[in-house]
């Protein structure tokens, strides 16, 4: 049975920091995955999983850049790796099948937001492709480690811009409608989290849970692609270039964006639970399709049947099988 979406309460809230969602875990002997491991949230979800004993390989564009900001950590290694790539990723993937080592965890952290149109070699949108499909391709080349672990848990970064668009199964790619940024980010934050509900319906019989997250609003790396102009479009400024105070209050620390992740990773309150969207360290609140409020989960990122409609098509079109 799925877990209902609905808080816990986990007794934690927004203002809760990675080593505080983290607790006194203890990950020694665990192997963990990080995309985007070396920058913004994910350095944090490795910093913090590092300190608590896993041995953690992050896979990375920029190895010599992962090489610096990861120097002082122990058990860390880091491989070449491009997640809108898809030889790069088979290539990875491969190296780490040949290892047959288990994997405790799967963080898929990397991703790309509100990029100008683009669309790769095969024809699949830049967001998409690399925010899920990337991701969906890496997953499966872990599938057989995962299960391997017996216990692994998966954990995919979602947003709270899936708000902004479902997945539009007549044209994911924008090869006919006009291409509009933030629905497409959306639609691939959607993706995340669909992917974390089918991942965990195909894997709770063999020990693998998965769980989507919303980490909150942070000033990283990720907002490089966005001008004042698309933040005022999207209500996070105003005319004047000024943040909103509501929305000010919505701004997490680094500490605080990656605590949600690493609670999802880690923590026993989620022991035999999955497949469900998290946000501020407990699983979010499903909220009606015309909410207004700027929190819980669509209707659409939660959908089951559209959960393994979008596997179906990941599929057939990056032409792999997880089985």
Not at 99 to 109: A, E, M
Not at 127 to 148: M, S
Not at 266 to 290: F, H, K, N, W
């Amino acid at each position: 049975m799925p877990t209902s979406q609905y808080p816990l309460p986990s007794g934690f809230s927004r203002s809760t920091t990675s080593e505080e969602a983290l607790g006194n875990a203890d990950l020694t002997g665990k192997l963990a995955i990080v995309t985007g491991g070396y920058a913004g949230l994910g350095l944090e979800t490795v910093r913090v999983l590092s300190g608590a004993g896993a041995s953690i390989i992050v896979p990375a564009r920029d190895t010599e850049k992962a090489k610096a900001a990861l120097k002082d950590l122990p058990r860390i290694e880091i491989h070449s790796f491009d997640l809108s790539n898809p030889a790069s990723i088979n290539a990875f993937g491969r190296e780490f099948a040949a290892s047959h080592r288990p994997l405790d965890l799967f963080i898929g952290n990397a991703g790309i937001m509100a990029t100008p149109r683009a669309h790769d070699d095969r024809g699949f949108e830049r967001q998409f492709a690399t925010n899920h499909l990337g991701h969906f391709q890496l997953a499966a080349w872990l599938w057989p480690a995962l299960k391997r672990s017996g216990n692994a848990r998966v954990v995919a970064l979602s947003s709270g811009a899936h708000r902004f668009s479902a997945i539009d199964f007549d044209d994911p790619n924008y090869q006919r409608r006009p291409y509009d940024a933030w629905k497409s980010y959306g639609q691939s934050k959607t993706a995340n989290a669909l992917f974390a509900l089918e991942l965990d319906r195909r894997g709770a019989e063999h020990g693998v849970r998965a769980f989507s997250v919303h980490p909150g609003s942070i000033r990283t790396e990720l907002t490089r692609y966005v001008s004042d102009a698309d933040m005022e479009a999207i209500g996070f400024r105003d005319a004047d270039g000024n943040i909103p105070s509501h929305i000010a209050a919505l701004f997490k620390t680094i500490e605080q964006g990656a605590a949600t992740t690493v609670w999802c990773a880690t923590s026993r309150q989620l022991d035999g639970m999955g497949g469900v969207y998290c946000e501020d360290c407990d699983i979010a609140e499903a909220l009606p399709a015309d909410t207004t409020e700027l929190r819980g989960v669509m209707p659409w990122a939660m959908d089951e049947e559209a959960a393994a409609r979008l596997w179906t098509l990941s599929e057939k079109l990056l032409g792999i099988s997880f089985e």
